[in-house]
């Protein structure tokens, strides 16, 4: 079982910028990639960025230059650095684990965090 907790959402202006943390807890030695998915109010969920245990990055072509996902292996955390946020950005932000276990993938979800970006 692996844990998620995201932090960081919150109200800015256009322009402005946030950062979003998600911890991870439990069993993160089988977790093989992490990213952050957001969903705008009538949207489907939707990719923002991902990042491997091996570092490699993927992000919404949309989204490349403005955002960045990076982590911090010491405290089993990965950040979503957002800047030049656009009213088009909010939404729930979730993070995502998925982790390998006996050569099946699970996906485990964190509850989701508010982004409010004011014009």
């Known amino acids: 079982q692996v844990q998620l907790v995201e932090s960081g959402g919150g109200l800015v202006q256009a322009g402005g910028s946030l950062r979003l943390s998600c911890a991870a807890s439990g069993s993160i030695f089988s977790i093989i990639a992490m990213g952050w998915y957001r969903q705008a109010p009538g949207k489907q969920r939707e990719l923002v960025a991902g990042i491997t245990s091996g570092g490699n990055t993927d992000y919404a072509k949309s989204l490349k230059g403005r955002f960045t996902i990076y982590r911090d292996n010491d405290k089993n955390t990965v950040y979503l650095q957002m800047n030049s946020l656009k009213v088009e950005d909010t939404g729930v932000y979730y993070c995502?684990?998925?982790?390998?276990?006996?050569?099946?993938?699970?996906?485990?979800w964190g509850q989701g965090t508010q982004v409010t970006v004011a014009k």
């Open positions: 995502n684990g998925v982790s390998d276990h006996d050569a099946d993938e699970y996906d485990y």
